[in-house]
T-cell receptor, first 110, second 115 residues
Framework: QKEVEQDPGPLSVPEGAIVSLNCTYS??????FMWYRQYSRKGPELLMY????GNKEDGRFTAQVDKSSKYISLFIRDSQPSDSATYLC??????????FGTGTRLQVFP | DSGVTQTPKHLITATGQRVTLRCSPR?????VYWYQQSLDQGLQFLIQ???????AKGNILERFSAQQFPDLHSELNLSSLELGDSALYFC??????????????FGPGTRLTVL
């Protein structure tokens, strides 16, 4: 079993929809949780960063962490075609080694 | 643009050969990380250097090695290349090592194709 599980998708939604992306994990020592966005043939770009449990909002993006369930989510409101990308969750203990999910491919069509 | 630069963008080589990938971190960042991204394995952490010293090792093969130079740029050396080494190789950098709020910024990657 992988330390971090992420549904690979693809997820296809119409413009304006609310998108929910999720990851589950098995290591209870993870404390820092991130979401990266990766466009085709580009490097991952940091979207959201959360420490421990709770919610964090940034514009159209909301990250949620539920450590009791070992479950993290990223919500995208009013999705746009420019949001079409692969979304990677990543997490780590109190060290620098990031463990990534395999990524969910999102397609937002006009 | 993350501020992390990687060269070359693309590399095509043959099995058994050796290649060197180069990374320049963001200005002020002391840590450099190397990752391999393949279709079946996703993003895998290979190795981390902090201010010239190896700090952490992940799933790095013995045929692979890395170093960080005094000017903080880093090189990843891949030798005795196999078809399965074909992948995207990313470098990331961060300000510090071991601090909770530290975040990693990724370069554009080097696409390696082994024929």
């Amino acid at each position: 079993q992988k330390e971090v599980e992420q549904d690979p998708g693809p997820l296809s939604v119409p413009e304006g929809a609310i998108v929910s992306l999720n990851c589950t994990y098995s290591n209870s020592a993870f404390q820092y949780f991130m979401w990266y966005r990766q466009y085709s043939r580009k490097g991952p770009e940091l979207l959201m960063y959360t420490y421990s449990s709770g919610n964090k909002e940034d514009g159209r993006f909301t990250a949620q962490v539920d450590k009791s369930s070992k479950y993290i989510s990223l919500f995208i409101r009013d999705s746009q075609p420019s949001d079409s990308a692969t979304y990677l969750c990543a997490m780590r203990e109190n060290t620098d080694k990031l463990i990534f999910g395999t990524g969910t491919r999102l397609q937002v069509f006009p | 643009d993350s501020g992390v630069t990687q060269t070359p963008k693309h590399l095509i080589t043959a099995t058994g050969q050796r290649v060197t990938l180069r990374c320049s971190p963001r200005s002020g960042d002391l840590s450099v990380y190397w990752y391999q991204q393949s279709l079946d394995q996703g993003l895998q952490f290979l190795i981390q250097y902090y201010n010239g010293e190896e700090r952490a090792k992940g799933n790095i093969l013995e045929r692979f090695s890395a170093q960080q130079f005094p000017d903080l740029h880093s090189e990843l050396n891949l030798s005795s290349l196999e078809l399965g080494d074909s992948a995207l190789y990313f470098c990331a950098s961060s300000v510090d090592a071991g601090t909770g709020a530290d975040t990693q910024y990724f370069g554009p990657g080097t696409r390696l194709t082994v024929l």
